[in-house]
């Protein structure tokens, strides 16, 4: 998620006659291989895939650099010795401000903003020009199926698509700022998908009803969950202590309800949750007890219970989640992360011991009721200018150092509602910066975490940092890294308690890192043939790739990259509109036989003077003519450059 305008800021394994396919949305793939039969094909089999990297665009080719730019390819490996090559290339579902069907005859504003009775909201600030808001900046994407949809119109076989929206950049006169001031809208995408080729056609958008939810604050990365279900975000929770002053919050109150003083600080910065139904309609709940933090996106681990969660903050930690039932994240226990010493930047080292410390146990209803009813100030005394009294805990909290204690039984309420706080007060390690996508590799029992930056609260000296987290850097890394946590059953926490997992974070080392770089000739500010701010992930078990998606104020195109975790191989796949960040990074690898990637971008031609000084003139009128006047951002795929290709050999 960039920081520009906000306070913060299968491959299908299947041969012998059925059909392979790698798909790739929003920046989404699809690539058909499939088996012609003959007498020796049940001897031949996939061994691995890989991906050909492309080289970064530059100002030899602009129109390149204004667009979703694809040059990549996967190759196959056959057990006969083989290869198989595809070129990708970029199939968009829609870019948002068209008009798409509604599956009843109508069409609806693709990313349109309504308010709390689902009521349009309306763009007035260009005289005579009225027109609904809509989202230049679609994030979280799930792809998944459900048992005997019933939309009409399908041609081969329903699946279904949820899309959020994560923001709009700004209002239609290009000044007033929107960034948080308006409810996230999110949808359920129907999509057509050929039996033959695996391509993936829209038939039908849905807007989800979030009134129930109180509506949806800043919806960033999303996953799917192992039963099928989309898990959503709200990202940079509003500070309840300060909220009075935020006009930011006003607006977004307004903007929902009609009243800047209706929205309710705490009853934002949780976990929403999207079921598709079979008519491709969606049904939302919000769960209040993973923690009010900077929800980037959760990772539920094979277990249908265990939860692991970015928190893309400064002073943010490593959270996570263990459910009391399976597929049920409705009440459980919240952990937070206390780190030892031998936290490193070098991949070669062997990192650090993380141990988790209980925060509590709640139902999401509870929580909710205590949102209802309690004020900031019932819960804790916030300080931030030292008390001489003992009884306050020095903590650090967004960047800055606040002294806190917690009203008499007031810890549950602490715990869930005051999240980042209370993580500080008990003892967990909140020193990063930007922890953002999360995923796992189920095989190996690894999971992976983005690193959007290393700055701040990660580095000595630095105003967020506390030598007592144990997390120190002697320089800040602007281009980030990828960290691997090394997951592990029979742990106990601090208190000696057993957790009720398998899949508990025990150690965690970095994995790859960005490198800051002087301004070179395109003006890039960090290594462009590294990655650099990190932000989507998502982990391919049948590809053995770590896919990867940027949210970069360093590298002039942002790029989605493919990690072989067997090879080490790093790939870029894919370059986003100059000034765009990639979003929506999804893998499914089996959807009715094909594999699919996805991954969106927003806010194209954000620019930046630090970074695109040496570009924008140029690259400008280009972006504004793909993009609506850089209004619109593209929802799609990637696919083979050409539809439907085999393998002829099988």
């Known amino acids: 998620m960039s920081q520009a305008h906000h306070p913060n800021r299968r491959q299908a394994l299947k041969f012998l006659g059925t059909p392979m396919l790698l798909p790739i949305s929003g920046v989404g793939a699809s690539i058909g291989l499939s088996a012609c039969g003959g007498g020796d094909a049940a001897s031949i089999t996939f061994t691995s895939a890989s991906f050909a990297a492309m080289a970064a665009p530059s100002l030899a080719d602009p129109a390149a650099m204004a667009k979703t730019a694809v040059a990549s390819s996967l190759d196959v490996m056959l057990s006969d010795g083989s290869k198989q090559s595809f070129k990708l290339a970029y199939q968009p579902f829609f870019m948002t401000g068209d008009l798409v069907p509604d599956g009843k005859g109508g069409t609806l504003l693709a990313g349109g903003y309504v308010d709390i009775k689902n009521q349009p909201i309306i763009d007035t600030s260009v005289a005579g020009k009225s027109r609904q808001f809509f989202s230049d900046s679609p994030d979280g994407t799930s792809l998944l199926s459900v048992p005997n949809p019933t939309v009409a119109g399908i041609k081969g076989k329903a699946v279904f698509a949820v899309v959020q929206f994560e923001y709009t950049t700004w209002a239609q006169d290009g000044k007033t700022d929107m960034y948080g001031k308006l409810p996230s809208p999110i949808a359920v995408l129907t999509l057509d998908q050929d039996q033959t080729t695996g391509k993936l056609t829209l038939v039908k958008y849905h807007n989800v009803d979030t009134s129930a939810a109180h509506g ?338 360093y590298h002039v195109n942002n790029f989605v990259w493919a990690y072989n975790v067997d090879t080490k191989v790093l790939s870029r796949l894919v370059s986003m509109p100059s000034g765009a960040e990639a979003t929506g990074l999804g893998v499914v690898d089996d959807l009715n036989g094909w594999t699919y990637i996805t991954s969106n971008f927003q806010h194209p031609g954000d620019w930046s003077a630090s970074l695109h000084s040496k570009v924008q003139a140029t690259l400008d009128p280009l972006v504004r003519a793909n993009f609506k006047d850089r209004f619109g951002a593209a929802v799609g795929y990637l696919t083979g450059e050409a539809t439907g290709m085999k393998l002829d050999k099988l």
């Open 216 to 553: 949806l604050w800043i919806t960033c990365g999303s996953s799917l969950s192992p039963w099928g279900t989309h898990l959503s975000s709200e990202e940079y929770e509003p500070d309840a202590f300060t909220i009075a002053s935020n006009p930011m919050f006003k607006a977004f109150s307004k903007n929902t309800f009609g009243d800047e003083t209706k929205a309710n600080p705490y009853h934002y910065g949780h976990m929403p949750e999207v079921t598709v139904n079979p008519d491709g309609t969606g049904t939302l709940k919000k769960h209040y007890c993973l923690g009010r933090i900077s929800h980037e996106l959760i990772e539920v681990m094979p277990d249908n219970r265990t939860a692991l969660m970015g928190d893309d903050a400064t002073n943010g930690g490593l959270f996570m989640f263990v459910a009391d039932k399976e597929k049920d994240l409705s009440s459980g226990s919240l952990y937070v992360a206390r780190f030892g010493a031998g936290f490193s930047i070098d991949p070669a080292a062997a990192g650090a011991a993380v141990t988790w410390i209980k925060m509590g146990s709640a139902s999401s209803a509870e929580i909710e009721a205590l949102a209802n009813t309690l004020k900031p100030t019932d819960i804790m005394d916030v300080q931030t200018a030292d008390p001489k009294d003992a009884s306050y805990t020095k903590i650090n909290f967004s960047g800055k150092v606040q002294w806190v204690k917690v009203k008499p039984g007031m810890e549950k309420a602490a715990a869930f509602l005051e999240s980042h706080r209370y993580a500080a007060l008990v003892g967990g390690t909140m020193a990063f910066s930007k922890m953002e996508g999360t995923t796992v590799n189920a095989k190996d029992k690894i999971a992976y975490s983005a690193l959007q930056n290393m700055q701040s609260s990660m580095v000595r000296n630095n105003a967020a940092w506390n030598e007592a987290y144990g997390v120190t850097l002697e320089k800040a890394v602007n281009a980030g890294g990828v960290l691997a946590h090394t997951l592990s059953g029979g742990q106990k926490d601090t208190a000696g308690t057993a957790i009720n997992s398998e899949w508990v974070v025990t150690r965690t080392k970095m994995l790859l890192v960005g490198e800051d770089i002087a301004a070179d000739a395109l003006g890039n500010l960090a290594n462009p043939d590294k990655i650099g701010a990190p932000d989507n992930l998502k982990f391919s078990e049948k590809l053995r790739t770590l896919f990867i998606g940027e949210d970069s104020g």
